[in-house]
């Protein structure tokens, strides 16, 4: 993959009234800010390092993004289509399972996803043995699709295999309608190579496609929503300061994006099978929205800077971007029951 191929999907979720955007710099494997880039759309507005609108009608919107150097010649291009639900219409009750690491784990952006839909008076509540209710989720900090797939440690797997009905029936859940599958920033981690994220793609996707279908064994009216992992902090110091020299942002985005264009490529037209995506990637502002430290210039200067602080956990205002689009994600779906 070259640095300027954009990973979008063909389709984003949106609603009336409320802001959706596109980080240019979350669709490459490079840095947006070595290229010129055009979004051309009747809806919404181009700014510098994002496409953003707040629909004020319901219906199918094209947009077009293109990657250009600095010559003018273009690199790139790509469609999609934002899907926009009318914020009044209602949906249908759900019982959500939210399965995911520490992104899940922490807890916020399931409970801002229950403050939206109490907002909506929409029927929604949450499934899971992690968290406390009504906030409950599956998130576990540092797994894996594998860890979840066939550790014993997980709590779908007995006698060696994965069972959701085991889950189920060992955690007394009378009914699920939705899973949430929110993984692959610790599967996708850690290689130094190409060769080597693609080969733990092929193999976490075996899994995955294995996870699904024992859930829609177990119940085939259960929708799975399988949620596209959120790109790293914008800068490398974030990763100095997790990391030491261990990784860099730049590989670790790279393969993300790796992850995420085999999500698109093998599960992006899966919606009769019950399998949809929510490309939370594409909404975070990984400049303004990550967690950030204030620190001495150096040892000796006194002034202090703000620098990113963490390399993959947002700040508050990142979770809730997150919550917003898989807010969307979830009425879009509900839409089409």
């Known amino acids: 993959m070259k640095a300027y191929e954009l990973v979008l999907p063909p389709r984003i979720p949106a609603e009336t009234g409320s802001e959706i955007n596109i980080y240019f710099d979350n669709l490459i494997t490079g840095n947006a800010d070595r290229y010129d880039f055009a979004a051309v759309s009747e809806i919404g507005r181009h700014l510098n390092e994002?496409?953003?609108?707040?629909?004020?009608?319901?219906?199918?919107?094209?947009?077009?993004?293109?990657?250009?150097?600095?010559?003018?010649?273009?690199?790139?291009?790509?469609?999609?289509?934002?899907?926009?639900?009318?914020?009044?219409?209602?949906?249908?009750?759900?019982?959500?399972?939210?399965?995911?690491?520490?992104?899940?784990?922490?807890?916020?952006?399931?409970?801002?996803?229950?403050?939206?839909?109490?907002?909506?008076?929409?029927?929604?509540?949450?499934?899971?043995?992690?968290?406390?209710y009504p906030n409950v989720h599956e998130g576990r900090g540092g797994w894996?699709?594998?860890?979840?797939?066939?550790?014993?440690?997980?709590?779908?797997?007995?006698?060696?295999?994965?069972?959701?009905?085991?889950?189920?029936?060992?955690?007394?859940?009378?009914?699920?309608?939705?899973?949430?599958?929110?993984?692959?920033?610790?599967?996708?981690f850690h290689p130094t190579a190409d060769h080597e994220a693609e080969s733990i793609i092929d193999r976490h996707f075996a899994m995955l496609e294995a996870m699904f279908e024992d859930i829609r064994r177990f119940d085939s009216g259960i929708h799975i929503h399988l949620i596209m992992p959120i790109p790293p902090s914008r800068f490398q110091d974030s990763f100095g300061y997790n990391y030491g020299a261990g990784q860099t942002r730049k590989r670790f985005k790279r393969n993300l994006l790796l992850w995420n264009a085999a999500i698109l490529k093998r599960f992006s037209q899966r919606?009769?099978?019950?399998?949809?995506?929510?490309?939370?990637?594409?909404?975070?502002?990984?400049?303004?929205?990550?967690?950030?430290?204030?620190?001495?210039v150096n040892s000796r200067n006194s002034s202090t800077v703000i620098r990113q602080s963490n390399g993959v956990h947002p700040a508050e205002a990142g979770y809730l971007q997150i919550a917003d689009i898989i807010y969307y994600g979830l009425k879009n779906q509900a839409e089409r029951i």
């Open 271 to 296: 919606a009769g099978e019950g399998i949809t995506l929510i490309p939370a990637y594409v909404n975070l502002d990984t400049v303004h929205n990550m967690e950030t430290a204030e620190e001495a």
């Open 144 to 188: 894996t699709v594998s860890k979840f797939f066939i550790d014993q440690e997980s709590p779908f797997v007995t006698d060696g295999a994965f069972s959701f009905k085991h889950y189920i029936n060992t955690h007394n859940i009378d009914r699920v309608t939705d899973v949430g599958v929110f993984l692959g920033i610790n599967d996708i």
């Open 50 to 132: 994002r496409w953003t609108a707040v629909p004020d009608k319901p219906g199918d919107y094209k947009l077009r993004i293109e990657v250009y150097d600095d010559h003018g010649d273009r690199l790139s291009a790509a469609d999609t289509v934002i899907h926009v639900r009318d914020k009044q219409q209602s949906g249908h009750a759900k019982r959500i399972l939210f399965i995911g690491d520490s992104i899940t784990g922490a807890g916020r952006y399931t409970q801002e996803l229950l403050q939206l839909f109490a907002r909506d008076d929409m029927p929604y509540s949450l499934a899971g043995s992690r968290g406390s």
